[in-house]
């Protein structure tokens, strides 16, 4: 099975600073049809997680342009630009390239 | 507008099994696969398996291979998951989701279970 490992943040953040959480994979996600299987979900307290960013980088609709995701095959990070109190929450990466499919164990964000 | 609507919570007895639904509208059932996700009190997300609506194709982690079955009803757009012969370690939080190829677009509400005597 492929492992994800996500990075904690130093929580609290401020609000209106930046945030990169970051998630490393036991594989490379990289496709051969060029396109890298990690999604990034949000979890707000008490509701059920929301697709932010999927292919690695490309944004969901509706999703603010706050969140950014980039790296490389097997190594990857979600970049929120001044964070919000909205934007607090576990957040989940997830690789898609195989089953059984897999998540990271969360990062947690708290917003000061 | 895509909703996924899931049955309610269950408390069951060690041993025992519990069927969940969820209930799909607002898109074409047969189109995507549903996916099943396990969180236990605040822990993780894990993934059990999917199911091909159109034709009951299943796909589970192995972990979940003899625990978990995966049905679907095309009549009345739901999908359906049993556990059985449940434990402390299945009381959790269990979410179907809609997956359109390479992520998980849509999600239920969740259906808590809590397995105690």
């Known amino acids: 099975d492929i492992v994800m490992t996500q990075g904690a943040l130093p929580n609290p953040v401020p609000s209106g600073e930046s945030a990169s959480i970051t998630c490393q994979s036991s594989?490379?996600?990289?496709?051969?049809?060029?396109?890298?299987?990690l999604n990034w979900y949000l979890q707000r307290p008490g509701q059920s997680p929301q697709l932010l960013i999927y292919w690695m980088s490309t944004r969901a609709s509706g999703v603010s342009d706050r969140f950014s995701g980039s790296g490389s095959g097997t190594d990857f990070t979600l970049k929120i630009s001044s964070v919000e109190a909205e934007d607090v929450g576990v957040y989940y990466c997830q690789q898609f390239l195989e089953y059984p499919l897999t998540f990271g164990s969360g990062t947690k964000l708290e917003i000061k | 507008e895509v909703l996924l609507q899931q049955s309610g919570a269950e408390l069951v007895r060690p041993g025992s099994s519990v069927k969940i639904s969820c209930k799909a509208s607002g898109y074409t059932f047969t189109d995507y696969y549903m996916h099943w996700v396990k969180q236990r009190p605040e822990q993780g997300l894990v993934w059990i398996g999917r199911?091909?609506?159109?034709?009951?194709?299943?796909v589970y982690a192995e972990k979940f291979k003899s625990k978990a079955t995966l049905t679907a009803d095309k009549s009345s757009n739901t999908a359906y998951m049993q556990l059985s012969s449940l434990t402390s370690e299945d009381t959790a939080t269990y979410f179907c989701t809609r997956g359109p190829g390479w992520y998980f677009d849509f999600w239920g509400p969740g259906t808590m279970v809590t397995v105690s005597s």
């Open positions: 594989k490379s996600l990289l496709h051969s049809n060029g396109k890298t299987y």
């Open positions: 199911i091909n609506p159109a034709n009951g194709n299943t």
